[in-house]
């Protein structure tokens, strides 16, 4: 299973890009699927996050701007980013928890400029 994210960009603070990410493979499906980031010289951090008979979940400080969407069954899992924030630059990672393992995309780098 590879995980192939895209959708990465320069934006202006304010705009919005939409960051889209597919599991390659068939017979599958998935239990959760979710959206790290990691800014230069800090941590992974969680963004959002959507599982299966659950409602969607997001840290605070993206709480009214970003929303992720997704269907298990096809693996394939988008979030859509508004009112973007210099702060919100970062590598943007996706995330699929298959079976027993979790699986990870390569990564796309979202740039804000104010």
């Known amino acids: 299973v590879q995980l192939q994210a895209s959708g990465g960009g320069w934006v202006q603070a304010g705009g919005s890009l939409r960051l889209s990410c597919a599991a390659s493979?068939?017979?599958?499906?998935?239990?959760?699927m979710r959206w790290y980031r990691q800014a230069p010289g800090k941590q992974r951090e969680l963004v959002a996050a959507i599982s299966s008979g659950d409602s969607p979940k997001y840290a605070d400080f993206v709480k009214g701007r970003f929303t992720i969407s997704g269907d298990h069954a096809k693996n394939t899992v988008a979030l859509q980013m508004n009112n973007l924030k210099p702060e919100d630059t970062a590598v943007y990672y996706c995330?699929?928890?298959?079976?027993?393992?979790?699986?990870w995309g390569q990564g796309t780098l979202v740039t804000v400029s104010s």
């Open positions: 493979g068939s017979g599958f499906s998935n239990n959760a």
């Open positions: 995330n699929m928890y298959i079976d027993i393992f979790d699986y």
